[in-house]
Every structure is written in C-alpha cells, then in structure tokens.
C-alpha cells in the first residue's frame, strides 16, 4: 500500500503563498492529486496528475494560481499555492490512485490519502 505524508501547511495572509508536499512510500501509484475540504463543506479535487505528466485543474478556483510537480527521486508531489484568497482555508489532503489511467478530481477515485495538512487564509 502507498502511505503518503503531507507537509507544508500553515498560517499566511491574503495574498501570499504556501508550498505544501506529499511523500509517498511503498506500492507505486498511478495518479495523486491534491484535495481539500473547508468545515461544513464536501472535500473538493483541486489538481490531479498521472505518472506521464498529465494534469487537470478544479478551473473555477484555482487554475491559474496553484501548480501541482513532482519529484520522481523523491517520490513526492508537491503544490504550489500563490495568491491565497481566505475562501482557500481548509484542510488539504494528498491522495493515491495505482489504478486510476488519467488524472480526476473525484474524490472515489483516490484509495490512498495522507492525514492532512492545514491552510489558513487570513
């Protein structure tokens, strides 16, 4: 199984940026992606991206200001997060996929998750 480790998160004003990584160990995976839930609401796909490089974006949020690389030695993806508006605040899990062909936002997709990182937008 894939154990995956967020790290990253944090405190940052309206306007700033924030890099948050996941590591991930053990089985290889097919697809990760970034996701974040914010209290009372569902969890949201931000960015997803396959092994061959290929990535989608949640376009009516954060295309534009959040970029999803990779670090194939290191086994870790990372997002980079600039021009964080406070409607980003939310928890923000990395997720697994080693059947999943081509990047998805859909949450059902992913069956390996990390324990989530906070990011607070004030």
């Known amino acids: 199984d894939v154990q995956l480790v967020e790290s990253g998160g944090g405190s940052v004003q309206a306007g700033g940026s924030l890099k948050l990584s996941c590591s991930a160990s053990?089985?290889?995976?097919?697809?990760m992606g970034w996701f974040r839930q914010a209290p009372g609401k569902e969890r949201e796909g931000i960015v997803s991206?396959?092994?061959?490089?290929?990535?989608?974006y949640r376009t009516d949020s954060v295309k534009g200001r959040f970029a999803i690389s990779r670090d194939n030695a290191n086994n870790t993806v990372y997002l980079q997060m600039n021009t964080l508006k406070p409607e980003d605040t939310a928890m923000y899990y990395c997720?697994?996929?080693?059947?999943?062909?081509?990047?998805?936002?859909?949450?059902?997709?992913?069956?390996?998750w990390g324990q989530g990182t906070q990011v607070t937008v004030s």
């Open positions: 053990g089985a290889s995976y097919s697809c």
């Open positions: 997720a697994a996929s080693a059947v999943l062909p081509n990047p998805a936002l859909d949450p059902q997709w992913y069956h390996e």
């Open positions: 991206l396959n092994r061959a490089g290929v990535s989608t």
